[in-house]
């Protein structure tokens, strides 16, 4: 396996198995998917005190208040 496809394995939607959109987009720049992962899981994982859903419902709140339709 390349690099590209190991950092998929690492991004796999649990419900689809598969990589969603917005990730994939970095599939030209693999450098850049690895940096795009490190930020969500430092950002999802390293917030002591919250609940794994609570974290995904501030993600929601601030993608909706952003615009974004992730």
């Not at 649990?14 to 990730?23: E, F, Q, R, T, Y």
């Not at 940096?35 to 005190?49: E, F, N, P, R, W």
Request: glycine fraction near 8%; charge should be positive; aromatic fraction near 4%.
């Amino acid at each position: 396996m390349g690099e590209l496809a190991d950092l998929y394995a690492q991004c796999l939607d649990p419900g689809s198995n598969k990589v969603d959109h917005v990730l994939r987009v970095h599939s030209l720049h693999p450098a850049g998917l690895a940096a795009h992962l490190a930020v969500y899981q430092a950002s999802m994982q390293s917030t002591k005190g919250l609940r794994k859903a609570d974290r995904e419902m501030v993600a929601i709140v601030v993608s909706k208040a952003n615009g974004c339709h992730y």
